[in-house]
Structure formats: C-alpha cells, structure tokens
C-alpha cells in the first residue's frame, strides 16, 4: 500500500491542472465556491512524440468520504488521486471535458469515487517529473485500460460550443516571464469566492487550460480559438451564472471575458470528438 498525502497537506506548486478541480463534478459546492487554495499545475503541452512511461505500482480504494475535496498530486515517483470518479479521470486522461463529449458511460462512474495511487519505477523517476502533458495523458489512459478494463473508441459529432476568440479590442493578457534564473513561470490556476464573485487567477498557463474552467459557467464546451500560443499571467472576476445576488458588483462571465481578457466566447456548433465507451468495469481493490 502506497502512501497517502492527505489533500490538506499537498505542495500546491507541484500539483497537476485539475481542470477546473474536475469541472467541480466532485468537489462539495461549499468548498469548491469557498477554497482559497490553488488548483493544480499542469504538465506543459509538447508536439513531441510521448513515449509511455509504466506503472509499477497501483493502489485503488474506493473513497470512502469526500469532505475535503477531490483532485490529483503528483510527487517524485508517483500520481495521487483522491476522490474522482472514473468518468472525471477520462474526461482528464481524453482531454473531453462536456458531458457530452462521453457516451456509453453506466451511472456508477459519475456516482462512485476511487482515492488511487500509481507509482512508477525508481529507475523511470526523473522521466516521470519531467513528462509532458501527453505522456501524463497517455499514463492515464493506460491506468483506465489495465484496472478499469476500459475500453473505447472515437467519434465525430457536431456539438454547440462557445468558441473563445480575440476580441475586436484585442488580447488584454500578460505574457509570463522568466524568473531570475532563466525558468518559466510555474504554471498555476487557482479559483476562489469573495463574496458573490468569483476570481480565476492564472500564472504561466495557456489560454487552452481556461476552457475547462468556463465550461462549468457557461454549460457548453469551450474551443480555444485564439490562436495565443504563449503562457499568460492574468485575473478574471465574474459573477457566477448560478449567483441568485440581484446586487453583484461583478459582470457575467461573457461580459468579464471580453472587457478583462480581451477575449469573447462565441456560440457555435462544431464537430467535436466524443468518447464512446464500450466497455468499463469496477476495478478490483488492493
């Protein structure tokens, strides 16, 4: 049995982009809107071919309370995760974030939760810091595929989206500099609650890591489609949809974007993929 970090004790500096802590599909409504705390980090994209890296260690429970929140930690040699459905980790492991997007799932991988712990060889530990967003896309993919027994195929459907363009006015984002010694900013996304508004504020990130985020505030799927291709430092304060404050000082989320960001959600229908799973089962534990 590997070890378990409780989520109170986790490194937020070294933890994964959650998508928008699961698009909030887990996390309890009072601390998802309430938390102060930064959601995770995430591995860079890369346009280099991702070599698999193997687990040598897997621990699945189910979870057995989930009243601090749920997510994902990577440490040296291992992944964390803590009070996630399966349907959560796919749409993670797939890059589909609407439900829409997932077809075929039964009920149970949206209602029950695994607290999970991977871990690979000591020999593959530097590989593993060092992995890209594939490789960690693909490591879970194979995680779903060995202890899951999933089982899946791909398709094309036109679905309504909200593209995210440049607005007329322009892009209103900060481009993340170097550090003093040269590196990168550390990408980090963190949301949290004053009041009736909510704030999102990033440090490194690509404006393609956003879309999870908007996707819970806006019911649909959202398509990058600015063409930034540059990390980003920025802020955004909206009133949340949900909000029932008639005197919120906070624009709506379309409205934030677009006067914040210089950006603009614009619906539409596109093709988009889907996930069709033909086959899951309820993973033995140990």
């Not at 309890?28 to 938390?35: D, F, I, K, T």
């Not at 779903?144 to 607005?167: C, S």
């Not at 504020?201 to 600015?226: C, I, S, Y």
């Not at 909000?243 to 379309?254: L, N, R, V």
Request: hydrophobic fraction near 40%; glycine fraction near 4%.
């Amino acid at each position: 049995m590997l070890k378990r970090v409780e989520p109170g004790t986790r490194n937020p500096g070294k933890m994964l982009l959650l998508a928008a802590i699961s698009m909030m599909l887990t996390v309890p409504p009072a601390l998802s809107q309430a938390s102060p705390e930064p959601a995770a980090a995430s591995p860079q994209p890369s346009s280099t071919p991702a070599k698999l890296l193997a687990w040598d260690v897997v621990s699945i429970k189910p979870s057995k309370a989930c009243t601090k929140g749920s997510g994902m930690m990577p440490t040296a040699d291992e992944l964390q995760i803590f009070c996630l459905a399966p349907q959560a980790i796919i749409k993670l492991a797939y890059e589909v974030w609407g439900d829409d997007q997932i077809l075929g799932a039964p009920a149970w991988t949206t209602t029950t939760s695994y607290d999970i712990e991977a871990k690979v060889d000591a020999a593959d530990a530097a590989a593993f810091t060092n992995r890209t967003f594939d490789q960690h896309n693909l490591m879970l993919q194979a995680l779903l595929r060995d202890r899951f027994m999933l089982k899946v195929h791909r398709e094309t459907r036109d679905l309504p989206v909200y593209a995210l363009v440049v607005a007329k006015s322009g892009p209103r984002l900060k481009e993340s500099k170097p550090d003093e010694s040269g590196s990168n900013a550390q990408p980090m996304m963190r949301m949290k609650r004053n009041g009736e508004t909510l704030e999102i504020v990033a440090t490194g990130m690509h404006v393609r890591n956003l879309a999870p985020f908007l996707l819970r505030e806006v019911g649909r799927t959202v398509v990058d489609k600015t063409g930034l291709k540059g990390t980003y430092d920025f802020t955004l304060q909206f009133t949340p949809q949900q909000s029932t404050a008639p005197d919120s000082t906070a624009p709506s989320i379309f409205t934030a974007i677009q006067e914040q960001l210089g950006l603009k959600l614009e619906p539409q229908k596109a093709p988009m993929e889907v996930i069709v799973i033909d086959q899951i089962e309820k993973p033995s534990e140990n």
